[in-house]
């Protein structure tokens, strides 16, 4: 499966942005999906994931209460929903497709397939 994000940008401290994730070449509904970052001079960190329906996700606590996870699997797409945005949200987001059971989720080398990531800035 190939993975396209978009929707990056540069927003102030306390906005919203809303990150896609499209999906080609496979039936997207059979895999589970992740969203990962990486600031500069930093490693690629979890940030969320859902499991095939979208019925179950995780994130990671630096995320948590601000940032949705969500897909539409009749358009092939994947969303991360981001609100009250700080400036150390401010990363490369990628988006990560693979069957990793729930408790490897938050571990990158679990996801076979990844996005070329979208750039997130956040003003101070």
């Known amino acids: 499966v190939q993975l396209q994000a978009s929707g990056g940008g540069l927003v102030q401290a306390g906005g919203s942005l809303r990150l896609s994730c499209v999906a080609s070449?496979?039936?997207?509904?059979?895999?589970?999906m992740a969203w990962f970052r990486q600031a500069p001079g930093r490693e690629r960190e979890f940030v969320a994931a859902?499991?095939?329906?979208?019925?179950?996700?995780r994130y990671s606590n630096s995320v948590k209460g601000r940032f949705t996870i969500s897909r539409d699997n009749a358009k092939d797409t994947g969303y991360l929903q981001m609100s009250s945005l700080k400036p150390e949200d401010t990363a490369v987001y990628y988006c990560?497709?693979?069957?990793?059971?729930?408790?490897?989720?938050?571990?990158?080398?679990?996801?076979?397939?990844w996005g070329q990531g979208t750039q997130v800035t956040v003003s101070s």
């Open positions: 070449g496979d039936t997207f509904s059979t895999y589970r």
């Open positions: 859902a499991s095939t329906n979208g019925g179950t996700t």
């Open positions: 990560a497709a693979g069957r990793a059971i729930v408790s490897a989720w938050t571990e990158r080398e679990r996801w076979n397939y």
